[in-house]
């Protein structure tokens, strides 16, 4: 069994859900697609503890965003100490003697993004989160 099917199935069964049809389980299988599988499973989970009633796609999206940034508040992005942010400030002076400054990607960076991207937690939001309606 998939997570997608897994995550249904363990909704379906708390939920004591008896009449989804055919295009509704189609329906909320290509929506949580767009979940990373690594959320799945956190993300049932806080749907079990918060809601009372089989949810909609976009309570599961909504519930697939708050462990994502959950994980982002737990496991915050730490600049080494040379750089500021992630960024490198460079100064550079032209042969008239003109001198600019510019910013490059500094290393730490690039680090913490790859160990988000093996983890599977996407760059983009899932859902808006409570005050981040427009």
């Known amino acids: ?51 009372k009633h089989f949810p909609r796609i976009t309570e599961l999206r909504s519930d697939a965003e708050a462990v994502r940034q959950q994980y982002f508040q737990q496991h915050p992005y730490v600049s080494c100490g040379d750089c500021c942010g992630g960024w490198l400030i ?3 002076e032209t042969e008239d003697g003109f001198r600019y400054g510019y910013a490059t990607r500094c290393a730490c960076h690039g680090a913490y993004l790859a160990k988000v991207n093996a983890l599977g937690l996407g ?12």
């Open 1 to 51: 069994m998939n997570g997608i099917a897994e995550a249904l199935a363990v909704l379906v069964e708390a939920y004591r859900v008896t009449d989804l049809s055919e295009a509704t389980i189609l329906t909320y299988s290509r929506a949580l697609e767009k979940i990373p599988t690594v959320l799945l499973r956190p993300m049932v989970d806080r749907c079990l503890e918060t809601r």
């Open 123 to 134: 760059h983009e939001p899932l859902a808006l989160m409570a005050g981040d309606e427009a």
């Open 90 to 92: 460079q100064e550079q």
